[in-house]
């Protein structure tokens, strides 16, 4: 069996919010050991992770540097890793989310909540907004509807744009719904405007900007790909994985009980088809059962 | 360099992905690379549908490159992955979109969930690839209207390139199809019922409508008028190119089309209808072919006027011929393997 590749963490005073998070997401195959300055590297440390507010010196290659907020830190409230090129340090963009994914949401891309839509007998040009007072729906330009806010991840899911900001804004990307939102929420989400969400600096401009959207079929679905994506990629797990690619980091092979991962790393739904199948063509193979399914989840009961 | 092209295959069907993916190859082993064509079976069945992607994933490849080119065949897992997309998988998107009867996607939720998880797949797998490039403008556009995903389109030579060439117009127009629904080969024969002698059609090309498009010819009493010949052997087809009025290729929103491009090598104008796909990438009405409406009545015009006016039908085809000109395998494999 190979054995783990090993990343070498360097903590200072301070541990950066979200380093357990992240350590913890990495691949199986990446086990993070610390390291100090003073001490041997540990055997098989093929890369380093150095958290400070300040950048090391000399650092150890290949290296990326979680920069711990200092006292000269902007207003970003969550951590941010440096670009892990092997050779130099520069500002980087892999900043940690800590909110929690909605458990319920999966990806709807424009193409097929517009299908969903007509399925539901609800108008082709749908948008849903979240503000303070609550939630809500309809057609561009007609008379609004309002909405109990545990509605919104429904409006999420369906329209063909929203207007929202904070956590309400957090749900529509996990949904994958083109969203429109201020400049203070795609900064705090470290969202890309024009990229991954549309920035409008008031109400009026926003619900204009996600009118435009509702007609804008293209547009709509890049901006729903990439905000999702980009959400996604904020997130421990997406962290850990971009972490151990710009670092190199070798990885083992996937075998028959790497199924399970596929599929997770996919996105699949725990009571999707697949997953039932690709069940029922493992379970005669030794040790794919129990090594390829996780006990936890009610898929394997 | 290693490079290994991964494509999907169908047991027992043979067309223009297949052709693709093999003169590729070639191509590349000309430019000095060791290459190797992968291909695992795939199920378009709604069912069976995530099958295949998840052997791919599954699939291990030791290789310097990966060249992905069609479903599911992008969900190979490589450091190096670059997928030049022939085809999502229609029957999920555009298909289902169209109401194709060989879509067995429906207006329900469970056609609708396959199609969502169907497009987080694809959003996962393509996005891992260094580079997106696509067969055409219209599939570069589809994956950016189903998937949000930006391609570039990279055109390539097709089969006969190099043999193709121009010859005296006949009084024949060619078609060259696998017989198909999705190629509408009844609306070439319903157009000759408006077509006046001496001019004919030519329908090279086998498929599973084959014998009812003879019987369609037989009962509108077109058997002078319109030949079916089935299979037509390449230097055969090579001279029925040269000696054609034009060549008529109408299919119903197609991916590339080599028929296109060939018609263009041997110097031939080319008729399409306007929603024929990405033929129209190519084909721009009075300038390198006809565009229809689609209707038998608006192809039939299209044959008659070329017909009438062969110095405009040898316009259209020596600007098609020109429009070519640039197209060659060396540049496809210096994009495709560019670091």
Redesign the interface.
């Known amino acids: 069996m190979t054995a783990p590749a090993r990343l070498a963490v360097h903590v200072g005073r301070d541990v950066p919010e979200g380093l357990t998070a992240v350590l913890s997401a990495l691949p199986p195959d990446v086990q993070p050991v610390a390291a100090s300055a003073r001490e041997a590297l540990p055997e098989g440390s093929v890369a380093h992770l150095y958290c400070s507010d300040v950048l090391p010196r000399r650092p150890a290659t290949p290296y990326a540097v979680w920069r711990v907020p200092g006292a000269d830190a902007d207003d970003l409230d969550v951590p941010v890793i440096a670009d892990a090129g092997a050779r130099h340090v520069r500002p980087g963009d892999l900043q940690v989310s800590l909110r929690p994914w909605p458990d319920q949401a999966r990806p709807v891309l424009p193409f097929t909540r517009a299908g969903l839509r007509r399925l539901r007998d609800l108008p082709a040009r749908l948008v849903g907004e979240a503000r303070a007072g609550g939630v809500s729906w309809g057609v561009p330009g007609e008379t609004q509807s309002a909405a109990q806010l545990d509605t919104w991840p429904t409006l999420a899911a369906l329209a063909s744009a929203v207007v929202a900001t904070g956590e309400e804004l957090w749900t529509a990307l996990a949904w994958a719904a083109p969203a429109v939102t201020d400049a203070a929420g795609a900064r705090m989400l470290g969202l890309t405007p024009e990229e991954d969400v549309l920035v409008g600096a008031d109400p009026a401009t926003r619900s204009r900007l996600a009118a435009e959207l509702a007609d804008d079929e293209l547009r709509a679905a890049r901006l729903a790909r990439s905000g999702w994506q980009t959400a996604r990629s904020h997130l421990p797990a997406g962290v850990a994985a971009e972490l151990c690619r710009r670092l190199g980091i070798p990885r083992t092979g996937s075998s028959a009980s790497g199924l399970s991962l596929a599929l997770d790393a996919l996105g699949t739904p725990p009571h999707s088809l697949v997953r039932r199948r690709a069940r029922a063509s493992t379970v005669g193979l030794p040790g794919a059962v129990t090594s390829g399914w996780r006990p936890d989840r009610e898929e394997h009961s | 360099m290693d490079i290994v092209v991964c494509g999907a295959q169908k047991p027992f069907v043979r067309g223009g992905a297949e052709q693709h993916q093999e003169n590729l190859v070639a191509a590349l082993e000309t430019a000095g690379h060791r290459v190797d064509l992968v291909r695992l079976p795939v199920a378009w069945e709604k069912?069976?549908?995530?099958?295949s992607p998840?052997a791919w994933?599954?699939v291990?490849v030791d290789a310097d490159l990966v060249i992905a080119t069609n479903f599911p065949s992008y969900f190979v897992q490589h450091p190096n992955k670059i997928v030049w997309l022939l085809h999502q998988h229609r029957g999920a998107?555009d298909g289902f979109?169209a109401g194709a009867s060989w879509s067995d996607f429906a207006?329900?939720?469970v056609s609708?969930e396959?199609?969502?998880?169907l497009?987080?797949?694809d959003?996962?797998?393509l996005?891992e690839a260094r580079t997106v490039f696509s067969n055409s403008g219209v599939v570069s556009?589809r994956l950016?209207?189903?998937?949000?995903?930006?391609s570039t389109p990279l055109a390539h030579p097709p089969p006969l390139h190099d043999v193709l060439h121009p010859g005296e117009s006949g009084d024949y127009v060619l078609s060259v199809q696998r017989q198909e629904e999705n190629k509408r080969p009844h609306l070439l024969v319903d157009a000759m019922a408006h077509v006046p002698a001496p001019v004919r059609a030519v329908m090279a090309g086998r498929g599973e409508l084959l014998d009812e498009v003879r019987r369609h010819v037989e009962d509108a009493g077109l058997a002078g008028k319109v030949e079916l010949p089935g299979f037509v052997p390449d230097a055969e087809l090579v001279e029925l190119y040269a000696g054609a009025l034009a060549v008529v290729y109408v299919p119903e929103d197609e991916d590339y089309g080599y028929t296109t491009l060939q018609a263009f090598y041997a110097g031939k104008p080319v008729i399409c209808a306007a929603d024929s796909g990405a033929v129209l990438d190519w084909v721009e009405d009075g300038v390198t072919g006809l565009v229809c409406d689609g209707t038998p009545e608006g192809l039939a015009a299209a044959i008659r006027r070329l017909a009438d006016d062969p110095a405009l039908a040898q316009r259209l085809g020596a600007a098609g011929r020109e429009r070519i000109a640039d197209l060659s395998w060396a540049d496809v494999v210096a994009r495709l393997t560019a670091p």
């Open positions: 069912g069976r549908l995530f099958d998840l994933r599954m291990p998107y979109e207006w329900d939720d609708l396959e199609q969502r998880l497009t987080e797949w959003v996962a797998a996005s556009r950016a209207r189903f998937n949000g995903l930006d």
